[in-house]
């Protein structure tokens, strides 16, 4: 098989194996931030938090319903993610319990804000049944969803509501939605970049065409021959648009060499500092910061704010708004490092932060007299690095790439060492007449 055809997402190839079950360990880390202080926090002060994790899990992500199209330049698939928890490697029990904002009451109180009547019905119901801006509720809950109270009684007027809540309900042995890639049959740059989302080649949440595009890969896999000049685009069904990342610098990783590509802050910049982004201001217009991206469009209405863990290259202010902010860049930035000749990725850790736009709502006493706060919730980190058995494949495939790389500068270098020990022996076969003779006198004095 000729080495073009091995990165072409076919049956057989090596390309596809990786892609359809990626063979190194995925584990997704959950850091949660309890509420130290909540009845100051009604009283108008500023929120403190305690980072508690990780919690961490294995992550299978196998590529399912695949079906290959249109002659075998695209292949339709669905990402199916399965996680399974890992006690040893977390710090505690799914079972642990953790204060944080109440998100279902926020994301109610925020929808009915404007409604007199309903306003007054909801807020009556949560007083008599003890529900307010914040709740106690364990990991396992907080992940994997809870039946809501709140949601429950809503129900009764909106019978199509789910009552049950969780910041990753139905995320498990479930998938993102139906997604079609390009194989890289006709170009290798095309190698895994996605082609339609859901049916769509673009998305319909923000207000400009530019930041409904869908661009990139998945995350999971990338195009062979990456140079250091290049933006690297993933879409992020997480984050609801696409993003790129750029060269950092070099990395070795298991003794492989490897480029390091970073999202640089231009990607969750302000309108104001990079005016591409003022479609994601939603509504209109509404542009909360640097670093931050409000997704609400996208969760059904729920006030989710995304950003890097600790506010991580965001303006300072939401660092400063919530004590129990650390933003360090080892821990808290987005990376990936991937080997620049295969495309395979050495090493890569998405991290991304999950807040809720918290505000005081006049027809809402719940909300006391809350600052106006961007609040943390939880931050991921989902992390893996190239097994074994495929570092020792790559590394023999580096050692090829070196030694052909190499060969003009041997042969050279060979060249020169051969010519070297031949004008040596000329001088010494040749020695000129009449040498002996004149050193004769020298040598008897």
Known sequence: MRESEEVVLKN?????????????????????????????????????????????????????????????????????????????????????????????????????????????LISSYMRSSDEGLFTTRTVGELLWGYEDELLKALRTLKPDLDDVFGLFYKSNASNDGDYVFFTGKQNYKD?????????????????????????????????????????????????????????????????????????????????????????????????????????????????IIMSSPHFYQADEKFVKDVFGMNPKKEHHETVIDINPLTGIILHAAKRLQVNVYVEKIPSFSQTGNVRTVVFPVVYLNESAVIDDTSAITLQAVAVVKNVVENIPFMLIGLGILLGGIFMVLMCRLKVPEGTADERQPLLSS
């Not at 063979?23 to 880390?29: D, E, G, L, S, T």
């Not at 100051?40 to 002060?45: A, I, P, S, T, Y």
């Not at 998945?218 to 993933?234: D, Q, R, T």
């Not at 492989?256 to 590509?261: D, L, N, Q, S």
């Open 12 to 120: 057989g190839s090596e390309a596809f194996k990786a892609w359809e079950n990626p063979p190194a360990p995925i584990y997704m880390q959950f850091y949660f931030f309890n509420l130290t202080n909540p009845l100051e926090v009604l009283d108008g002060e500023r929120p403190a938090v305690l980072e508690i994790g990780p919690y961490t899990y294995r992550e299978y992500r196998p590529m399912e319903e695949i079906n290959f199209l249109e002659n075998g330049t695209k292949v339709a698939s669905i990402n199916t993610k399965t996680y399974i928890f890992e006690p040893n490697m977390s710090r505690g029990p799914e079972s642990d319990l953790i204060r944080t904002v109440n998100i279902p009451a926020m994301t109610v109180m925020e929808k009915f804000k404007d409604s007199i009547i309903m306003a007054n």
């Open 191 to 303: 190698f895994a970049r996605v082609d339609t989302w859901n049916g769509e080649s673009s998305l319909n949440w923000w207000t400009t065409d530019e930041c409904n595009m869908i661009n990139g890969t998945n995350g999971a896999s990338f195009h062979p021959v990456i140079k250091k000049n290049e933006a690297l685009y993933m879409f992020s069904s997480d984050l609801c648009r696409s993003i790129y990342a750029l060269y950092e610098g070099d990395v070795t990783v298991k003794g492989i060499p490897g480029y390091r590509f970073v999202p640089p802050s231009e990607v969750f910049a302000n309108d104001t500092v990079n005016p591409a982004n003022a479609g994601f201001c939603v509504p209109a217009g509404n542009c909360l910061g640097s670093g931050i991206l409000n997704v609400s469009v996208c969760k059904q209405g729920a006030p």
